[in-house]
């Protein structure tokens, strides 16, 4: 069974720095993509970044493009959002997401409905 849990959210001002975690189990897949989504009160669940396996390659939501870092370690299972100069309009509720690889192409999924896999959220709170 394939299990997501995203932790590491909490209270921070802007301006600074946390860490994200996903941790992963039960991949039986050898391609797949991570995504990170969010959701603000009042707004829809949006992608802040992604990372394929197949091909490596990265996606960021403009707004958080040079701020925030998806990195992974494989060993762990786990993959990071490392969130730097957070802002005040960063709090949300932070998800981690999965796919197996279908042949999307380059690139990741962006649409959360496009992940089969998704996990339970952690909060992050940004106070000016």
């Known amino acids: 069974e394939v299990q997501l849990q995203a932790s590491g959210g909490g209270s921070v001002q802007a301006g600074g720095s946390l860490r994200l975690s996903c941790a992963t189990s039960g991949f039986t897949f050898d391609d797949y993509a991570i995504g990170w989504f969010r959701q603000a009160p009042g707004k829809g669940r949006e992608a802040v970044s992604c990372f394929s396996r197949s091909d490596g390659s990265t996606y960021y939501l403009d707004s958080v493009k040079g701020r925030f870092a998806i990195s992974t370690d494989n060993a762990k299972n786990r993959v990071y959002l490392q969130m730097m100069s957070v802002k005040p309009e960063d709090t949300a509720v932070y998800y981690c997401?999965?796919?197996?690889?279908?042949?999307w192409g380059p690139g990741c999924p962006t649409k959360v409905y496009e992940y089969l896999y998704r996990g339970q959220g952690t909060l992050v709170t940004v106070s000016s």
């Open positions: 997401a999965a796919e197996p690889y279908r042949g």
